[in-house]
């Protein structure tokens, strides 16, 4: 993590040149006013933080970005593609600047070094603002889709969802295109299985760690943050049941996803030990905290001290 980051375009002689980055600048303007080098104050390990990937996914959704023109479709993130100009609000910009401020930016833009491929953690001219809205929109349907499909087969969430994908083209006032919710449900888990691997197949790799008692065992890395926060929708998918999943009481949206596995490596950014769900983070926010202890258990309360009166009162009554 990087003391400044910022959001600008690049400009030329003749002004502005493409769409705005997300970026870090190398030097910076401290409290003197002099010019100082942007230095790297923090390192984290982006999988450490179980709620890193559905907090990025509600962006969308909880700080109502601008989204306007955006739809799911089915191409490989090496082809860059045209977005629309609606993103590139000041809107959009307040929250992905402050999103980049805490967790760095997402990764897209190729690092200037010869050979594998690699994300410059500067960001720059692959971290523009419209791609960010982008992929903050689809983690969002991604997870939506997840959730309507794995706990109450939400059929109308679904339909909803692919009315905005370019693959299923459901126009609206169409009639629902699934049969049942069983085929519902099928369709989006195919959906998001999708879009895991298309980011996936640039910003994960396979990889081999070895174990204290020298085994070697089968784990997963990433390139980038955006790597790192599919993976962990990878886990999602994958996982049986609910295990290492955490859900709010009041909504059911999935708040944490802890990795199947420890990972066993300390020299990695996804370093050694099993990652532990943080112990006050059990609700969606605190509107819903509220909510959930007013509805089942203040209400139940005042309705039992209020059939206590009834009964006292009427037990008066017929004395």
């Given at each position: 993590?990087?003391?400044?980051?910022?959001?600008?375009?690049?400009?030329?002689?003749?002004?502005?040149?493409?769409?705005?980055?997300?970026?870090?600048?190398?030097?910076?303007?401290?409290?003197?006013?002099?010019?100082?080098?942007?230095?790297?104050?923090?390192?984290?390990?982006?999988?450490?933080?179980?709620?890193?990937f559905p907090n990025f996914a509600r962006l969308a959704e909880d700080q109502k970005m601008d989204t306007q023109g955006l739809y799911l479709r089915r191409e490989r993130l090496e082809g860059a593609f045209a977005l629309p100009d609606e993103l590139d609000t000041e809107k959009n910009r307040t929250v992905a600047l402050d999103w980049i401020?805490?967790?760095?930016?997402?990764?897209?833009?190729?690092?200037?070094?010869?050979?594998?491929?690699?994300?410059?953690?500067?960001?720059?001219?692959?971290?523009?603002?419209?791609?960010?809205?982008?992929?903050?929109?689809?983690?969002?349907?991604?997870?939506?889709?997840?959730?309507?499909?794995?706990?109450?087969?939400?059929?109308?969430?679904?339909?909803?969802?692919?009315?905005?994908?370019?693959?299923?083209?459901?126009?609206?006032?169409?009639?629902?295109?699934?049969?049942?919710?069983?085929?519902?449900?099928?369709?989006?888990?195919?959906?998001?299985?999708?879009?895991?691997?298309?980011?996936?197949?640039?910003?994960?790799?396979?990889?081999?760690?070895?174990?204290?008692?020298?085994?070697?065992?089968?784990?997963?890395?990433?390139?980038?943050?955006?790597?790192?926060?599919?993976?962990?929708?990878?886990?999602?998918?994958?996982?049986?049941?609910?295990?290492?999943?955490?859900?709010?009481?009041?909504?059911?949206?999935?708040?944490?996803?802890?990795?199947?596995?420890?990972?066993?490596?300390?020299?990695?950014?996804?370093?050694?030990?099993?990652?532990?769900?943080?112990?006050?983070?059990?609700?969606?926010?605190?509107?819903?905290?509220?909510?959930?202890?007013?509805?089942?258990?203040?209400?139940?309360?005042?309705?039992?001290?209020?059939?206590?009166?009834?009964?006292?009162?009427?037990?008066?009554?017929?004395?």
């Amino acid at each position: 993590m990087y003391e400044v980051y910022s959001c600008n375009h690049v400009y030329d002689r003749s002004g502005p040149v493409g769409d705005r980055q997300l970026y870090t600048p190398p030097r910076r303007r401290n409290e003197d006013g002099e010019i100082v080098e942007n230095k790297v104050v923090r390192k984290y390990a982006p999988l450490r933080d179980a709620a890193l990937f559905p907090n990025f996914a509600r962006l969308a959704e909880d700080q109502k970005m601008d989204t306007q023109g955006l739809y799911l479709r089915r191409e490989r993130l090496e082809g860059a593609f045209a977005l629309p100009d609606e993103l590139d609000t000041e809107k959009n910009r307040t929250v992905a600047l402050d999103w980049i401020r805490r967790y760095g930016v997402l990764g897209l833009t190729p690092h200037p070094r010869t050979g594998t491929w690699w994300p410059d953690p500067r960001g720059g001219e692959g971290d523009t603002l419209k791609r960010f809205v982008y992929e903050a929109w689809v983690a969002n349907a991604s997870l939506r889709l997840y959730e309507a499909a794995s706990s109450e087969q939400d059929v109308s969430t679904i339909e909803s969802i692919f009315r905005l994908s370019d693959h299923y083209r459901i126009p609206e006032g169409s009639a629902p295109r699934f049969r049942s919710p069983k085929q519902a449900r099928r369709a989006a888990l195919e959906e998001v299985n999708e879009q895991v691997e298309t980011r996936l197949e640039l910003h994960g790799f396979p990889k081999t760690y070895e174990r204290p008692d020298g085994a070697f065992m089968r784990s997963f890395g990433f390139r980038s943050l955006l790597g790192a926060m599919w993976l962990q929708m990878w886990w999602l998918l994958t996982t049986t049941g609910e295990e290492g999943i955490s859900r709010c009481p009041w909504c059911n949206r999935i708040i944490t996803i802890e990795p199947p596995v420890p990972v066993e490596n300390p020299q990695h950014t996804n370093a050694r030990g099993k990652y532990k769900t943080r112990k006050d983070k059990t609700y969606c926010n605190d509107n819903h905290r509220a909510k959930h202890f007013y509805h089942y258990e203040r209400k139940p309360l005042k309705e039992k001290i209020a059939w206590r009166k009834a009964i006292a009162a009427e037990q008066r009554n017929q004395t």
